[in-house]
């Protein structure tokens, strides 16, 4: 009974997320997470990104991946709150990133 009330008072999000009040975080699946103050200022569609994102860094199979879309989307904060995710949970720990000079003075 218990674990059914705690498992119903989880709020999931459209995008795959979901809100554990006990501790203040939105997760995604093995783990990954995200801080409210940080998910919360990403759009539904950002959302998504991080969490496709986070589901090719899991697939063995995949050796890397492509995050293109038009410009103004959100492409750079949704690869911050990516790098964040992986950081606070432990996953990672160095990235190396490679941008257009015009993005690394955002």
Sequence with gaps: ???QQ???SKEHDD??????PTTARYFLNNGFFLLPDIFRKLMPHQRV?????WEHHLD??????????????????????FIHGMTVTNFAKTF???VPAMVSIQ
Excluded: P, Q
């Design 1 to 3: 009974l218990m674990k």
């Design 6 to 8: 705690n498992e119903s």
């Design 15 to 20: 995008s795959g997320f979901v809100f554990d």
């Design 49 to 53: 990104a991080v969490k496709w994102l």
């Design 60 to 81: 063995k199979k995949i050796h890397g991946c492509i995050l293109g879309d038009d410009m103004g989307l959100g492409k750079t904060i949704e690869i911050l709150s």
């Design 96 to 98: 190396l990133l490679i």
